[in-house]
């Protein structure tokens, strides 16, 4: 044995030949799965349904490379953290699982989505929200929600709002999840301001009302801001839909964006 092959065999020996190991031993889908279920459930939910963060159990868009670095990187401006350093394999196993999970079946709904329509309608939630291109721009575009959350997260957004804090309904934006948080803002006149919140920084916040007017205000020239976390400027539906009614409306919005 040569001096080379030699120092190579010490250092394997001494560290248990984890390395070789790692890259020997990773399978999907089994290995992936363990990954996904410690790193990525609590956000995405169980089997890549969808929770406080979009589903995955659908076809995503972006290419094997694109995933890899999605999973390497994070994606913190849209609040995806870098969990936690992963060797090459394992990033290539928990990629190759997200991928399977596009073939899985959609999750199953109790309500009838034709039904759920119709009370989208009755109750002129277009007036806020946006769906194809028709409506409202006050609260989130909808048109791709089937996509995003799961059924139990829609149930939540339409029954109790608030709940979800300042990642609920009011976190989806068209392509990303900057919060749509409820913000109050009184003038030194006196005069209150109330709405969402479209930007901040350091001098001037922007906050956009329920007619969708804009308003910029410099944080210097107003006598308090109250960014009230926790709470939605969606109102609950809870006590004006019945049981059926919930789960027929709940369809409907987990239909919106997933294949028919």
């Known amino acids: 044995m040569n001096r080379n092959n030699f120092l190579i065999f010490l250092a394997a020996a001494m560290f248990g030949f984890t390395g ?3 890259a020997q031993t990773f399978t999907p889908p089994g290995d992936g799965k363990k990954l996904f279920d410690g790193l990525c459930q609590d956000c995405h939910g169980a089997n890549g349904v969808g929770d406080e963060a979009p589903a995955l159990n659908h076809t995503l868009a ?5 995933l890899r670095k999605i999973i390497r990187d994070g994606i913190p401006e849209r609040g995806m953290p870098r969990v936690r350093r992963m060797t090459e394999p394992e990033v290539e196993v928990l990629a190759a699982y997200v991928r399977s999970l596009g073939a899985g079946r959609n999750v199953t709904v109790a309500g009838n989505a034709d039904k759920g329509h119709a009370l989208y309608q009755r109750f002129d939630c277009a007036s806020c929200h946006v769906v194809d291109g028709a409506g409202g721009t006050f609260g989130p575009d909808l048109s791709k929600v089937g996509q995003r959350r799961s059924p139990a997260w829609l149930r939540q957004a339409v029954t109790d709002p608030g ?3 300042t990642k609920g309904m009011q976190g989806i934006l068209q392509n990303g999840f900057t919060e749509y948080l409820p913000v109050s803002v009184v003038e030194k006149n006196g005069s209150e301001v109330r709405g ?7 001098f ?6 329920a007619q969708g007017k804009l308003y910029s205000f410099r944080k210097a020239d107003v006598t308090n801001i109250d960014k009230q976390a926790g709470r939605s400027l969606m109102p609950s539906y809870k006590d004006r839909l019945s049981a059926g009614d919930t789960d027929d409306l709940v369809a409907w919005l987990y239909s919106l964006g997933r294949a028919k």
């Not at 972006?62 to 694109?66: C, H, I, L, N």
């Not at 001037?204 to 009302?209: A, E, M, S």
């Open 62 to 66: 972006a290419d094997d490379a694109a």
């Open 163 to 165: 709940k979800l804090g």
């Open 20 to 22: 070789v190991a790692a």
């Open 196 to 202: 969402f919140r479209v930007n901040e920084d350091s």
């Open 204 to 209: 001037t916040i922007q906050l956009r009302d």
